[in-house]
Structures are given as C-alpha cells and as structure tokens.
C-alpha cells in the first residue's frame, strides 16, 4: 500500500472517530432553565435529579482582555471541557471601602454570560480570600487598616467585611440571572480557600471559622452547592474537595454521601522570580486524571487551563507576569501540543461511555504488585467500562484481566470500553506537538525614537515625611505602588574617611522588601534584591563619600504582596537596618539617624505613562544605563493576527506601559540557575493596541539599553510527530447501539495527523526520519538507523496541504527494521505559513 491510499484510509476513519466523539458544539442553551436543580450524591454532582461528568478549566477574567475571553472558551470546549471556574478577586472590585469596579477586563459578569453563550456550566470561587498568584491574595489591601483585625479567623472585624462582599457577590450574579436555578450557567460556587494550609494557626478558632464561613454562605440561598478546596470534610451541607497534582492516591474524601470533586489539577507549577522552567506532561496530567476517576471522582478542573497576565500589579510577592504559560493553552491563548490535544482525546472517550461510569456498579482489583483495575458494570444493560493502572514507575508490564492479556506502560491508566478493548492509554500520545517560535517586527512610527525622563533623586530635606527610623514600607504605599524612596543625610569629617585610597566605605541594608537600588551623592551605586524562598536580604554595595555632608538615598521596592499564610495582615516591609562599614572611626549606625520619606514615584504620581500625563514632564534623548528613569517611543501594531510581545533582554527591572495599560512587571536581571532571564517576553495582547502609534513606555529602575527592546510576533507554525509502530493505536472506531457501545471497525495501524492553525498550511518539511530520531520538536536528531527517504515521503504527502495524515510503518518509508537500534519511530516537524 502506498503512503497515499493508507493516509487516505486513515484520515476516513479520523473522520468518522470524530464525528462519533465530538467536543461539545455550540448550541442554544439548554443545561439549566429557571427551576433547575443542583443537588448531589456520592457518585456527582447531579443537574436536576441526573448525575453528569464534568471537565473544568479554570481562566481567571482579570488575566486576560474582555476581547479574548469568547476565543478562549470556544477554545476550551475544542478541548473536551463543558465547565469555566474563576476565582472573583476581592481587591481588583473593591480597591476602597464600598466603591466597586467591574469594568473592563473586572467585568465578572460578562465573563460567565459568555461561558453560557458557549454552552458551557461555570464554577465561581468566591473566597474571597482566593491565594491565586495574585496581590495580597485577594483581599484587599484596606482591611489592614481596621483595627483589631485578624485575617481568616473567628475575627468579628474580618466576619464582618468578608460576609458583606460574599453577599454582595452573591446578590449581584442573582440580579443577572446567573446560577443554575435561575437558568444560568453557574453550577457550584466555593466559600474560603485552602483553608487547611492555615487552619493550624488559629487552632480550635479555624473550626469556629469555617462552621461560621459555611452558614453564612449557605444562608445567601445561591442556590447551587457550596464547596471548600484542599479539605478532607467540611461542615454541613458544603462538599469538601482536593486541589493537587495526584487527587486520585493522595486524598480521601471523609464524607461519603458527598461526591469526590478535584478543583484543582496544577497543570504545571506557577513560576516565581529565579524559577526554572516548570513543566508538567501531558501524560502525567493525563494519568492522575483517571486515577482520579478509576477511584469514583466525576470532576476535574484543571489548574490553570490558561494562566494569562499578572497585568499592571497584580501578582503576589515574586511572581511573575506570565502565568501558567506551560498550561493546555499558554499565556497567549494559543494550543499548546501535545498537553490540549492528548486531554481533549481523554474527555472525549470518558464521556462516550459516561452512563457505565456514572451509573455503574464499582468494583476493584489487584492485579500485582502496582497493577490495579477499576470496573463500573451495568449488568442490565450489558455496559462495562475498565481501567487498568500500572503505578510502577520506569516498568511498564502485561496483565491478565477477565482472561485476557493487555499490555500497560509504566506509570500509565489504560480505558477499556465493554471491560476488553484499549480505547485510551494516558502514555500513548498520538497527537502532534508544537513548537513556539518568535520573530521581530520592523515596526516604525513617525515618533520612533526612544526618549527619556529620569526621576529626581530626592534628599532629606526635600521630603515631607520624617521620622529618626525608616518606616514600614507597605504602611507608606498602601499598595498604591510599589516604590518607597528612603533618604538620610550625615556629616563626615576629614579623619572619618579612609586613609587608604584602596580602602572604601561600604553601604549596609537589611531589606525585608524584595529589592532596592541605592545612590550615595546622588551617585547610583548598584542593586541588591531578595527571592521568594527567602525573608529579607542585605545590600552591601561600596561608594564614594565625601568630608561634609553626605546623602544617602535608597528606592525600595517590592514585587507584590504576599498571597497566603496565617500572618498575612502582619507582613512588613522595608528597611531594617543600615551601616557604613570601613570608615576610619568604624562603623556608623544610620538606623536612628533620622530619615526622610517619599512614596511612589514622580512618574506614576503624574501618570506619565498615558497621553495624558506623559507632557507634565520634561523628556529628552534617551541614553543607555539610566537608573530610575522612564523610557518612551512609539510603535505601529505588527501586521496580522499573532500575538504581539516584548523582548526585554535589553533592560533590567521595572514596569511595562503601552498605550496607559500597565503590561505588567519585568526583572530581566533575576537570572535562573541556567543564567537565563527568568522572563524575557512580556505580551501585549493586541487589544491594547492601535493601528497606527502606540505609546509605549517603560520604567527602568536599574539600568538598560532600550533600544534593545524588541516588538516581536509568537507562532505555533513548527508542528511535529514522534510516534512508534510498536505503539498499538490506542483508539477503535465505536458506535452506539442505545446505551450500548460497539465496534464497528478496528484499525491496528498507528498514525499521526499534522494540522497547520487556521488559515495556513504546510510549506516546509524541517525534519523526518524513520528509525530512532532523537530530541524533541523543535530539536529532532536523526539516530543510527536514520531512513533518507522519510524527508521526501513526508513532502509529497503533506507539502501545501493544510493537514496530512501520516502511517506509522517502515515498510513506507523503506526503513530497515532489522537496523539494531532502531525503536521503529517516525520523528516528524512540519512549518505552516500563511
């Protein structure tokens, strides 16, 4: 058979495989009506009286502009889900006390009418303490100020404005006929957050708490069950459920009349300042999956399924401005391969056979050591659906189930369908991978060129606020912003100084902020910063100082607020102490020696960022290595579709503006263990965006080169297979019957499909061998037993098409099977273009 007629007869059977396990099309809703039910049992959640799966991804609104939000829920249910959860965040509705905002990318309501006009169910995470990467953890900053107050405890102040804003939350999705019973789309809502991680703290008070959290949630009549994160039991009614990487063998559910629910599946691990690159596999999401469900769970909500932006302020204390960029779908929305694809395949078949799973008596097995099998059997109606899990790590092994052998990979969950046939095997990924890649725009502007304005180096006498000691930062900057300026001033004597001309005075600051540049006569004399694993750091830095007086000026700062913990409400920051070592007559102690403050910097105070603000300064030539200075130039908006970012391996630390949206922090200087910036590209989603002149400034508070800044465009164009002929294909081609599932065709061959992003197709064969290529997308290698026919091949098949389906088998690609390193593996990368 040619490569030709067997792609032809694979991509048939593709054909009729999709139509049979279908993602959930739009359609007019019909999941709830005004009167509907949500109730549960111990099996699931139950839509007016019948049980049902749910596959949930959480997408935070804040993290991404209203004009993205349809794309990345129809993209979403592409991917096999039917459920949105969202955190609601406290501190972006109500920044002051009884003033509220829900405009723009906070219009909350917005967000969930478009979950329904997709079809989909929504889980709303009220909190409101929420954690989430995000500033302050949620909770807004102004509830420091109140006296008496304990965060998260059997506290009346905090009771008291934690039950105002649950019910006013409430209230107002009500008033937009949002929950279930009104014929919305909400299905669950959640009361505190991971309340376990703290619970310790306020000993026998955190069951008074939470016994008082769940009533009073309860007592708003949502009329949707309530839910409690990362908890064994909860009170009363409300359902306890698992947040993890492995729900499935490491929680148990205390409360047995209540469903097993996972709320969040960590796609991957949030990265904070320093981090390596956290990545997660898609087989390992995929097996913890249905080892949650081989053991009865009936929903899981994957954590994140898109991360998004910490946009202006918005992450807590070290976070990055990229969230979750490793999750199904990345920062900027697109696909990420083989993470979405190899899930979709997972929701897709699970759901085929959802009245086996749901209604189905439950049984278990051992099968050896590490083998185990889950069954659930409808006898009746002759339905048997099986999982078979080999938990051997590096082992993979066969297994004799109901009298029959069936092989499973290490560390793998096989589905069988009718308790016989390998419909799925978390191991065995058959769908393409994809490679980000990123190219620079030439962007011009008739006001292109980079200018600059340098903010004045303040002296103590310049300064309105003076005490001896420096003063706690966040008590100075209310979290309005993330700059203090502290500055002293002393006098020195001739005999004071060194009288060694290789001797000089070193400048000493214990910092309980996250990072400082400090200047010495208005000398800027270097930087020093803390991490998120460690409390504090020192600045040691040598300057020049002089006989009189002398000036000392530090900017601290901090990169966000911490987001969880049971001392949140006492978390200080700033300076602790400061030393001049090595003068003559020793050591002087600065810390009593009077000190001048300054909060926020002239730029943000003038807003210079904006159109508006930015002519209440004077800017001139930009110049390189400028600390604590702005930098402007505009830009037109890069041709096309793709997502626009910045590369700012060029600078150091600061902020990013464009057109007066704040992008987001940058700390190119914070290197990982590798050397590599922990982020270099910055997105600016094109919503921010002009035609024509964009303004776009940036804060750099160390030093930076901004002509090295770069406005590229982000493509997911580099496709790849890797695939195996000793992989058996893991899906048959099934119909129904009624409720029963049958085989109508059986195709033993493995395949691969490349499928370019829309409105492209595959104009270049990068990479192809047939044999035992190594590496990954992006970085194949032909092995030992390399077939040079494999590049030609793949061309005359897939060249110019906007999707190929390619056979695994030597015999078309001429390889030598008999090669004796050979693994019989078809390495592929394929680029599409417009």
Same mark, same amino acid.
């Given at each position: 058979?040619?490569?030709?007629?067997?792609?032809?007869?694979?991509?048939?059977?593709?054909?009729?495989?999709?139509? #049979?396990?279908?993602?959930?099309?739009?359609?007019?809703?019909?999941?709830?009506?005004?009167?509907?039910?949500?109730?549960?049992?111990?099996?699931?959640?139950?839509?007016?009286?019948?049980? $049902?799966?749910?596959?949930?991804?959480?997408?935070?609104?804040?993290?991404?502009?209203?004009?993205?939000?349809?794309?990345?829920?129809?993209?979403?249910?592409?991917?096999?889900?039917?459920?949105?959860?969202?955190?609601?965040?406290?501190?972006?509705?109500?920044?002051?006390?009884?003033?509220?905002?829900?405009?723009?990318?906070?219009?909350?309501?917005?967000?969930?009418?478009?979950?329904?006009?997709?079809?989909?169910?929504?889980?709303?995470?009220?909190?409101?303490?929420?954690?989430?990467?995000?500033?302050?953890?949620?909770?807004?900053?102004?509830?420091?100020?109140?006296?008496?107050?304990?965060?998260?405890?059997?506290?009346?102040?905090?009771?008291?404005? +934690?039950?105002?804003?649950?019910?006013?939350?409430?209230?107002?999705?009500?008033?937009?006929?949002?929950?279930? $019973?009104?014929?919305?789309?909400?299905?669950?809502?959640?009361?505190?957050?991971?309340?376990?991680?703290?619970?310790?703290?306020?000993?026998?008070?955190?069951?008074?708490?939470?016994?008082?959290?769940?009533?009073?949630?309860?007592?708003?009549?949502?009329?949707?069950?309530?839910?409690?994160?990362?908890?064994?039991?909860?009170?009363?009614?409300?359902?306890?459920?698992?947040?993890?990487?492995?729900?499935?063998?490491?929680?148990?559910?205390?409360?047995?009349?209540?469903?097993?629910?996972?709320?969040?599946?960590?796609?991957?691990?949030?990265?904070?300042?320093?981090?390596?690159?956290?990545?997660?596999?898609?087989?390992?999401?995929?097996?913890?999956?249905?080892?949650?469900?081989?053991?009865?769970?009936?929903?899981?909500?994957?954590? +994140?399924?898109?991360?998004?932006?910490?946009?202006?302020?918005?992450?807590?204390? *070290?976070?990055?401005?990229?969230?979750?960029?490793?999750?199904?779908?990345?920062?900027?929305?697109?696909?990420?391969?083989?993470?979405?694809?190899?899930?979709?395949?997972?929701?897709?078949?699970?759901?085929?056979?959802?009245?086996?799973?749901? +209604?189905?008596?439950?049984?278990?097995?051992?099968?050896?050591?590490?083998?185990?099998?889950?069954?659930?059997?409808?006898?009746?109606?002759?339905?048997?659906?099986?999982?078979?899990?080999?938990?051997?790590?590096?082992?993979?092994?066969?297994?004799?189930?109901?009298?029959?052998?069936?092989?499973?990979?290490?560390?793998?969950?096989?589905?069988?369908?009718?308790?016989?046939?390998?419909?799925?095997?978390?191991?065995?990924?058959?769908?393409?991978?994809?490679?980000?890649?990123?190219?620079?725009?030439?962007?011009?502007?008739?006001?292109?060129?980079?200018?600059?304005?340098?903010?004045?180096?303040?002296?103590?006498?310049?300064?309105?606020?003076?005490?001896?000691?420096?003063?706690?930062?966040?008590?100075?900057?209310?979290?309005?912003?993330?700059?203090? &300026?502290?500055?002293?001033?002393?006098?020195?004597?001739?005999?004071?100084?060194?009288?060694?001309?290789?001797?000089?005075?070193?400048?000493?600051?214990?910092?309980?902020?996250?990072?400082?540049?400090?200047?010495?006569?208005?000398?800027?004399?270097?930087?020093?910063?803390?991490?998120?694993?460690?409390?504090?750091?020192?600045?040691?830095?040598?300057?020049?100082?002089?006989?009189?007086?002398?000036?000392?000026?530090?900017?601290?700062?901090?990169?966000?607020?911490?987001?969880?913990?049971?001392?949140?409400?006492?978390?200080?920051? @700033?300076?602790?102490?400061?030393?001049?070592?090595?003068?003559?007559?020793?050591?002087?102690?600065?810390?009593?020696?009077?000190?001048?403050?300054?909060?926020?910097?002239?730029?943000? $105070?003038?807003?210079?960022?904006?159109?508006?603000?930015?002519?209440?300064?004077?800017?001139?030539?930009?110049?390189?290595?400028?600390?604590?200075? &702005?930098?402007?130039?505009?830009? $037109?908006?890069?041709?096309?579709?793709?997502?626009?970012?910045?590369?700012?391996?060029?600078?150091?630390?600061?902020?990013?503006?464009?057109?007066?949206?704040?992008? @987001?922090?940058?700390?190119?200087?914070?290197?990982?263990?590798?050397?590599?910036?922990?982020?270099?590209? *910055?997105?600016?989603?094109?919503?921010?965006?002009?035609?024509?002149?964009?303004?776009?400034?940036?804060?750099?508070?160390?030093?930076?080169?901004?002509?090295?800044?770069?406005?590229?465009?982000?493509?997911?164009?580099?496709?790849?297979?890797? #695939?195996?002929?000793?992989?058996?294909?893991?899906?048959?081609?099934?119909?129904?019957?009624?409720?029963?599932?049958?085989?109508?065709?059986?195709?033993?061959?493995?395949?691969?499909?490349?499928?370019?992003?829309?409105?492209?197709?595959?104009?270049?064969?990068?990479?192809?061998?047939?044999?035992?290529?190594?590496?990954?997308?992006?970085?194949?290698?032909?092995?030992?037993?390399?077939?040079?026919?494999?590049?030609?091949?793949?061309?005359?098949?897939?060249?110019?098409?906007?999707?190929?389906?390619?056979?695994?088998?030597?015999?078309?690609?001429?390889?030598?099977?008999?090669?004796?390193?050979?693994?019989?593996?078809?390495?592929?990368?394929?680029?599409?273009?417009?």
């Amino acid at each position: 058979m040619t490569v030709a007629r067997a792609a032809a007869a694979l991509v048939a059977a593709a054909a009729v495989l999709t139509i #049979l396990l279908p993602g959930w099309a739009a359609a007019e809703w019909t999941r709830t009506k005004k009167g509907t039910i949500v109730t549960y049992d111990g099996r699931s959640l139950m839509i007016d009286g019948k049980r $049902d799966l749910f596959f949930s991804g959480a997408i935070h609104y804040p993290r991404s502009p209203p004009e993205m939000w349809p794309k990345l829920i129809e993209r979403a249910k592409e991917g096999g889900l039917n459920t949105i959860e969202t955190y609601v965040f406290w501190n972006a509705h109500e920044p002051e006390p009884g003033k509220y905002n829900f405009e723009g990318r906070l219009d909350l309501f917005k967000f969930i009418k478009i979950i329904q006009d997709h079809d989909m169910y929504a889980i709303v995470r009220i909190g409101p303490f929420i954690q989430a990467e995000w500033n302050h953890g949620g909770l807004p900053y102004w509830l420091r100020e109140i006296g008496h107050i304990i965060f998260r405890a059997n506290n009346d102040p905090f009771k008291k404005e +934690m039950e105002k804003f649950v019910r006013f939350i409430v209230q107002k999705l009500k008033d937009a006929e949002l929950f279930a $019973d009104q014929g919305g789309p909400i299905i669950l809502s959640q009361i505190e957050n991971e309340y376990g991680n703290i619970k310790k703290d306020h000993k026998t008070e955190g069951d008074k708490y939470l016994e008082w959290a769940a009533q009073m949630a309860l007592s708003t009549q949502a009329g949707v069950p309530w839910i409690m994160c990362k908890q064994s039991t909860a009170p009363g009614e409300v359902i306890p459920t698992c947040n993890g990487r492995h729900c499935g063998d490491t929680w148990t559910l205390r409360d047995k009349d209540k469903p097993m629910l996972w709320t969040e599946n960590w796609t991957a691990q949030f990265r904070a300042y320093g981090d390596q690159l956290a990545m997660r596999s898609a087989e390992d999401i995929a097996y913890a999956v249905l080892r949650f469900f081989a053991k009865g769970g009936s929903l899981v909500n994957y954590y +994140m399924y898109h991360g998004g932006t910490n946009f202006g302020r918005n992450g807590a204390s *070290y976070v990055l401005t990229g969230y979750y960029d490793e999750a199904p779908m990345d920062e900027y929305g697109m696909c990420k391969e083989p993470k979405f694809g190899h899930l979709r395949d997972l929701h897709n078949v699970i759901r085929s056979y959802q009245k086996a799973f749901l +209604m189905g008596e439950h049984s278990s097995q051992i099968l050896g050591p590490g083998y185990e099998a889950h069954t659930f059997e409808l006898p009746e109606d002759n339905l048997c659906l099986s999982f078979l899990s080999n938990n051997n790590t590096g082992e993979d092994g066969t297994v004799v189930f109901r009298g029959e052998k069936h092989f499973v990979p290490s560390r793998s969950v096989s589905i069988l369908a009718g308790c016989k046939n390998v419909v799925y095997n978390t191991k065995r990924v058959f769908v393409q991978h994809s490679e980000r890649s990123f190219h620079t725009s030439e962007v011009t502007s008739k006001n292109n060129l980079w200018e600059m304005f340098s903010e004045q180096i303040p002296k103590f006498h310049m300064t309105k606020i003076r005490t001896k000691e420096p003063l706690e930062q966040y008590n100075q900057t209310k979290d309005a912003s993330d700059y203090l &300026w502290y500055t002293t001033s002393f006098r020195l004597e001739s005999d004071d100084l060194p009288f060694r001309g290789d001797i000089r005075p070193v400048l000493q600051v214990k910092s309980t902020a996250h990072s400082m540049i400090g200047f010495a006569n208005d000398a800027f004399v270097g930087t020093g910063r803390g991490s998120k694993q460690v409390k504090g750091f020192m600045f040691e830095k040598p300057v020049d100082l002089k006989v009189g007086v002398n000036h000392i000026t530090l900017l601290s700062s901090t990169m966000g607020m911490k987001d969880s913990g049971g001392e949140l409400a006492e978390v200080k920051g @700033g300076i602790q102490e400061c030393l001049i070592q090595g003068l003559n007559t020793g050591t002087l102690d600065l810390q009593v020696n009077g000190w001048g403050h300054k909060a926020a910097l002239e730029g943000e $105070d003038k807003e210079i960022y904006s159109e508006k603000g930015m002519g209440k300064v004077q800017w001139k030539p930009a110049q390189n290595d400028q600390p604590a200075t &702005w930098y402007k130039r505009y830009f $037109d908006e890069p041709d096309g579709e793709d997502p626009v970012v910045l590369d700012m391996s060029s600078m150091s630390k600061g902020m990013i503006f464009v057109n007066g949206e704040g992008v @987001g922090r940058y700390w190119t200087s914070y290197r990982t263990l590798s050397g590599s910036p922990s982020q270099a590209l *910055y997105h600016i989603p094109r919503p921010f965006l002009k035609s024509k002149d964009n303004l776009l400034v940036v804060l750099e508070e160390e030093v930076g080169k901004p002509d090295g800044i770069l406005i590229q465009t982000v493509t997911r164009d580099d496709i790849c297979l890797l #695939l195996s002929e000793h992989n058996p294909a893991q899906i048959k081609t099934w119909d129904t019957d009624g409720d029963k599932i049958k085989l109508i065709a059986e195709d033993h061959s493995t395949r691969g499909t490349l499928s370019c992003p829309p409105k492209k197709t595959i104009k270049e064969v990068v990479f192809a061998s047939f044999g035992n290529p190594e590496g990954m997308c992006g970085n194949f290698t032909a092995g030992t037993c390399h077939t040079p026919d494999a590049k030609q091949v793949v061309e005359k098949e897939c060249l110019g098409k906007a999707s190929c389906t390619l056979p695994v088998e030597h015999t078309l690609y001429g390889a030598d099977i008999n090669c004796q390193s050979t693994t019989a593996t078809l390495g592929v990368q394929v680029r599409c273009s417009s």
